[in-house]
């Protein structure tokens, strides 16, 4: 039996996990199903730019992945909880579901697709897919994990965007500038341990060649190559699947690029 929703505040809502850490949601518009997968030092709140156009056509499921916002934790972090969570969420909607994911949230929903058969198609926002291309530079996790025991957690964030996720210093400004920032600063301790989950995380391309899931792969055209490497070695693997390249665009084109972003994931999801 799939699990069940759990009301709790007026659009928000929670499933029980598989290891029993609740995962909050929040519901918005009216359509079919999207349910929506941040990635590291974000919350939910990373897609308020992107909400009004996706909740005119769907039933928007905004999740706070587990350490942060309105979802539980676990002692012991392993990203294996995190596909189960994913799916834990997917098999509590009663019909098909698209699932959208960004950086570190697309690779746990990329994960998440081969425990359920609820996915009607899959978005997938530049997954870091270790495939032999440098993520990001040696002792980068210890400077990371530094500035958290530190206390320094506005710091973390910002090393992170900088160094690992490679954001241009304007592109940076702006998202300090918004809303999410706050939650980002909140989620700092979930960054090293995502970072250090990334790194040995294993690509096994074999797992995923009968993934029938219409998938589609957004990619920067000024992203780094790590994740552009990424993207093409999945796009080889899937068997359903494109690659769009948004130029201009980096890892934040929710923000830096809004209604291009916003197009292309609505002209695949509307597509027949």
Known sequence: MPPKWECT????QKVTSKDGTPIASWRSGQGPPLVLIHGTSAD???WRPVLPALEERFTVYAVDRRGRGESGDSDGYAIEREFEDIASVVDSIDEPVNLLGHSYG??????AALLTSNIRKLVLY??????GVEIFAPGIIDKLQALLDAGDRDGVVTTFMGEVAKVRPD???????????????????????????????SFDAERFSRLKTPTLLLLGGDSPPFLKAGSEALQRVLPNCRIVVMPGQQHAAMDTGTELFVHEVLRFLQAA
Request: charged share 30%.
């Open 126 to 131: 530049e997954p870091p897919i270790p495939v």
């Open 9 to 12: 505040r007026l659009n928000t």
């Open 171 to 201: 592109d940076l400004k702006l998202l300090q500038s918004l809303p999410a920032w706050k939650a980002r600063v909140a989620a700092a301790h979930t960054i090293p341990r995502e970072e250090r989950a990334t790194r040995d995380y």
């Open 44 to 46: 939910h709140m990373r």
């Open 106 to 111: 697309a690779l746990c929903s990329l994960e």
